[in-house]
DNA sequence: CTTGACCTTCCAGTTTACTGGAAGGTGTAT
DNA sequence: ATACACCTTCCAGTAAACTGGAAGGTCAAG
């Protein structure tokens, strides 16, 4: 069953941090292509398959729903003609990835004001830890 | 029906940029506290209501899910005594939002990495634009 | 030749986060 | 007094993104 050196979709779930079920509703979904079988029916992965699963985990953990994913992995499978569409497409999901760095570098530093009052107040009267809800 | 300087749901609504339904489901949830009522059962926000709605919003749009909101709303509700527990917790925050910014960095540098390429490719041969499916 | 860990499809259920609609009360404007 | 845009509760439905389970085929090992 070695077809060359592909995955059937446990390993390839496996490697890219993902439920088999999951990967296969992202076919069904068009996510991903269809990826070859063997001759029973089994799909297979290769490395470029892993890595495009890979790459939806991890841009979904960064808060991309599925769709916006979708418009990235269309983005980056235009194989090697810009045209200006595309140049556009990418230059706005770079801004639109440049704001939301900026908004989290804004939370950030909220949160460390936060603190940094608090440590302040702290410093002013010594005090014991009042009742936290279960976080 | 003046109540002071309170808005009804409705404006709140508008300051916030959500839907009247969609706080009234975040106050079911606790995500904003009971804000007062006019006698005759009109929900009433201040200004600190609409920002924390507001905040909400934000924190949503840069894909924290409403349990994450929900933690973070809660350090900022601490009063004002930080003690250990609630310093470990803002400093894992802050830790994961840098993780986050990290990896959009990432992504955005593979996301301008392409176009490069493909000026590049695009120099080199001068091409018309292929087709694309609908973004 | 059977056990066990894979895989397949299909279909239904879950969670998160709303959103719509009915039925009815409120408040100001004409 | 009646229209109109608000507001209320309650309950049901939706969309996105899975997730579980049944029923059954496949394959290497013992």
Redesign the pocket.
Request: hydrophobic share 30%; proline share 4%; charged share 20%.
């Given at each position: 069953?070695t077809d060359g050196q592909k995955l059937?979709?446990?390993?390839a779930?496996r490697r890219a941090d993902l439920?088999?079920?999951?990967i296969?509703?992202?076919e069904e979904i068009g996510l991903i292509a269809p990826t070859g079988?063997?001759?029973?029916?089994?799909?297979l992965f290769d490395e470029e398959g892993v890595s495009r699963l890979a790459f939806i985990r991890k841009a979904?953990a960064l808060g991309f729903?599925?769709?916006e994913i979708r418009e990235i992995l269309a983005l980056r499978d235009v194989g090697s003609m810009p045209c200006d569409h595309v140049e556009v497409k990418i230059n706005q999901k770079v801004g639109s990835i440049e704001e939301r760095i900026a908004e989290l570098e804004q939370l950030k530093a909220s949160l460390t004001t936060l603190l940094e009052r608090w440590k302040e107040a702290e410093a002013a009267s010594a005090a014991v830890c009042p009742q936290i809800e279960g976080a």
């Open positions: 069953m059937l979709i446990g390993e779930a439920n088999p079920k999951t296969r509703f992202y079988r063997t001759t029973s029916g089994y799909r979904q729903t599925l769709a």
